[in-house]
């Protein structure tokens, strides 16, 4: 079904489901963002309403900022979900997910801080920070 996406963590205990279309993910090359995955983050949006974790008792969440939660496999590590305090949507790891998603990175971001052992030579927009809304 294209309008359902599914995924997992590497160990099965965590699994999840999107309804709806996958919007185009963003490469998040903050530290933090390094730091939690291993190398830059790459994530798609989804609004909360239409992700279902199952196995949600495996997610362990880190408080990684003010504004933002992460969430992990607590059983085999796995990087999952990127979560805004204050916002109505879940960044969820476009490596979780099982084939196809149907999208494309679609912008990186946090360019200023990525590491020294990579170029970014995709051709996709870069920002040094996140781009601002649109209006």
Same mark, same amino acid.
Request: charged fraction near 20%; include cysteine.
């Given at each position: 079904m294209i309008g359902m996406h599914t995924g997992s963590c590497l160990c099965g205990a965590v699994k999840f489901e999107v309804e709806g279309a996958l919007p185009g993910p963003d490469g998040c090359h903050c530290t933090a963002c390094r730091k939690f995955s291993g190398h830059f983050f790459v994530s798609t949006d989804v609004p909360r309403s239409s992700l279902t974790i199952h196995g949600e008792e495996n997610v362990s969440w880190f408080r990684s900022s003010e504004r933002a939660r992460r969430g992990f496999?607590? =059983?085999?590590?796995?990087?999952?979900?990127? *979560?805004?305090?204050? %916002?109505?949507? =879940?960044?969820?790891?476009?490596?979780?997910? *099982?084939?196809?998603? %149907?999208?494309?990175?679609?912008?990186?971001v946090h360019t200023a801080e990525k590491g020294d052992y990579y170029d970014i030579a995709d051709g996709v927009s870069q920002f040094q920070r996140v781009p601002p809304a649109p209006h």
């Open positions: 496999c607590s =059983t085999c590590g796995s990087s999952l979900f990127w *979560d805004p305090i204050d %916002r109505d949507w =879940t960044g969820i790891a476009m490596g979780a997910f *099982d084939q196809p998603t %149907r999208t494309r990175l679609a912008v990186h």
